[in-house]
T-cell receptor, first 110, second 113 residues
Framework: AQRVTQPEKLLSVFKGAPVELKCNYS??????LFWYVQYSRQRLQLLLR??SRESIKGFTADLNKGETSFHLKKPFAQEEDSAMYYC????????????FGTGTKLQVIP | DAGVTQSPTHLIKTRGQHVTLRCSPI?????VSWYQQVLGQGPQFIFQ???????GRGNFPDRFSARQFPNYSSELNVNALLLGDSALYLC????????????FGPGTRLTVL
């Protein structure tokens, strides 16, 4: 079974402060991890994936297999980062079953 | 390209009725997945179709079914609706079966009274 846990429903930070959105997962094989973001009145969209090892909009996430975590980080929050963030896992096997966490709402206070 | 499109936008049904939701993938995408998102939760996987065949199924009862057409569009059918089926139903398309980014549609909001 595959499971994704996002412990915080809401995270409020001040503009310019560092951000860390937590994600822990459970999966017996080698998963592929993603962060999706949904801005107000917009569609769910991919933010980044661990295999790309890239920084998008200043966000980074490192897969820690030992701690089974994939936390999303940004050194300096901006108001436009306010959105709903979902951590997601795709297991091995080729097909697209993606298990999502319950999401964390990030609120950046001006 | 308008991206993934879904119809209708909103739908109100009563218990016991049947509903059909439709999805048109991005041009060239051959894989379509369906998700159910209940308020306050993340999307939950229902089905994946690739090249008109079911390639994955989540933990949903047999009242849920889907199909993919030769033009790669897809329908999700739900029979004998229950109050608990009220949710946002999301469709996502990707180029191939695995290893590709999924692009989500705006969703269909289903309310069961």
């Amino acid at each position: 079974a595959q499971r994704v846990t996002q412990p915080e429903k809401l995270l409020s930070v001040f503009k310019g402060a560092p951000v860390e959105l937590k994600c822990n997962y459970s999966y017996s094989g080698s998963p592929e991890l993603f962060w999706y973001v949904q801005y107000s009145r917009q569609r769910l969209q991919l933010l980044l994936r661990h295999i790309s090892r890239e920084s998008i909009k200043g966000f980074t996430a490192d897969l820690n297999k030992g701690e089974t975590s994939f936390h999303l980080k940004k050194p300096f929050a901006q108001e436009e980062d306010s959105a709903m963030y979902y951590c997601a896992l795709r297991g091995s096997g080729g097909y697209q079953k993606v298990t999502f966490g319950t999401g964390t709402k990030l609120q950046v206070i001006p | 390209d308008a991206g993934v499109t879904q119809s209708p936008t909103h739908l109100i049904k009563t218990r016991g009725q049947h509903v059909t939701l439709r999805c048109s993938p991005i041009s060239g995408h051959k894989s379509v997945s369906w998700y159910q998102q209940v308020l306050g939760q993340g999307p939950q996987f229902i089905f994946q179709y690739y090249e008109k065949e079911e390639r994955g199924r989540g933990n949903f009862p047999d009242r849920f079914s889907a199909r993919q057409f030769p033009n790669y569009s897809s329908e999700l059918n739900v029979n004998a609706l229950l109050l608990g089926d009220s949710a946002l139903y999301l469709c996502a398309s990707s180029l191939r079966q695995g290893g590709n980014e999924q692009f989500f549609g705006p969703g269909t909001r289903l309310t069961v009274l």
